[in-house]
């Protein structure tokens, strides 16, 4: 089986800074990308920023102001966002695309979510 465990997170004022980390374990062969989605509630689940070997992207409401990172070494992502607002608030979950050994094809896993609030 595959896990990703995600840490990081919790409550910040506008303005402040939170950083997330995801490891992903278990019976892995590759990773291909791996993501950052996010659920504010009543809303539906988004894409927040995402890193392939070679490339990152992020929607344009967190351009500039998060940052994606990762260690191929650990299979690990992190997300570092700063300047946070209030409309940042929402669940947030991590994401890898994972080929398990002897598996033709990868499949996506997800981590646990943790709750993000920013607020006064």
């Known amino acids: 089986q595959v896990q990703l465990v995600e840490s990081g997170g919790g409550w910040v004022q506008p303005g402040g800074s939170l950083r997330r980390s995801c490891t992903a374990s278990?019976?892995?062969?590759?990773?291909?990308?791996m993501g950052w989605y996010r659920q504010a509630p009543g809303k539906e689940r988004e894409l927040v920023a995402h890193?392939?070997?070679?490339?990152?992207t992020y929607r344009d409401s967190v351009k500039g102001r998060f940052t994606i990172s990762r260690d191929n070494t650990k299979n690990t992502v992190s997300l570092q966002m700063n300047s946070l607002k209030p409309e940042d608030t929402a669940i947030y979950y991590c994401?890898?695309?994972?080929?398990?050994?002897?598996?033709?094809?990868?499949?996506?896993?997800w981590g646990q979510g943790t709750q993000v609030t920013v607020s006064s």
């Open positions: 994401n890898a695309g994972v080929t398990r050994p002897g598996r033709p094809f990868e499949f996506p896993y």
């Open positions: 278990g019976s892995i062969f590759s990773i291909s990308d």
């Open positions: 890193i392939t070997s070679g490339s990152t």
